[in-house]
């Protein structure tokens, strides 16, 4: 979605979760980590982790305008993409797409599920009360937090069937007008 964002060529290289394939050796001798996002860059070298891809792509591309120059705007920034990605997600949606790394005992998954359930809730509704912005997270205009927040509004609203608190409704349906992310979800096979 940022690629898509800063219109900069890029292959995109999907991977068949229903089938373990980034367990396969083909992808852990790219990304020992075993996780998506990670991004090859021209000179050979991998970055993982959200937040950190992010912010070099959007670093590395001014001219997208997708983080705040002033100091206040980019760590505002920053914390909002670590509580995105440190918590909302594996806290509370991680619980629900993989229970089995959280319960010791498979009749303990049905429990793990609810309380993650339960986690992404509080968790959004943390966001929805402190929204800083206007239609986008940060005051400064849509950023690279926008897209972090899409993909948890995202899972919540369409795989999980969690309602959106206000703000948050307001933003997912503004972020699916966006051509970028348009262009992203015919790119994944999803509605757009
Ligand atoms: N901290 C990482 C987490 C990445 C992550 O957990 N990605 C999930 C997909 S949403 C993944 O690759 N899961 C595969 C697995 O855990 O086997 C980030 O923010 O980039």
């Not at 998506?36 to 305008?65: C, F, H, S």
């Not at 509580?83 to 089995?100: A, I, L, W």
């Not at 929805?128 to 849509?142: A, I």
Request: glycine share 6%; hydrophobic share 40%; proline share 9%.
């Amino acid at each position: 979605m940022i690629l898509e964002e800063i219109g900069r060529p890029y292959d995109p290289a999907p991977l068949d979760f229903k089938n373990n394939a980034q367990y396969e050796p083909g992808y852990v001798a790219i990304n020992p980590k075993s996780k998506v996002p990670a991004l090859l860059r021209d000179d050979g070298t991998l970055l993982t982790e959200y937040p950190v891809i992010a912010m070099w792509l959007a670093k590395t591309n001014p001219q997208a305008g997708l983080v705040p120059v002033d100091l206040e705007g980019e760590t505002r920034c920053a914390e909002f993409l670590d509580y995105v990605c440190g918590t909302v997600h594996p806290q509370g949606f991680t619980r629900q797409s993989r229970p089995n790394r959280f319960a010791l005992r498979a009749e303990d998954e049905p429990a793990v599920v609810a309380q993650g359930r339960e986690l992404a809730v509080k968790y959004m509704n943390v966001i929805d009360s402190g929204w800083r912005g206007d239609t986008w997270v940060l005051p400064g205009g849509y950023s690279i937090a926008d897209s972090a927040l899409f993909f948890i509004e995202h899972w919540a609203a369409r795989r999980f069937n969690i309602p959106l608190p206000p703000r948050l409704a307001t933003h997912f349906a503004a972020m699916l007008a966006r051509p970028a992310v348009k262009r992203t979800l015919e790119l994944e096979g999803l509605p757009t």
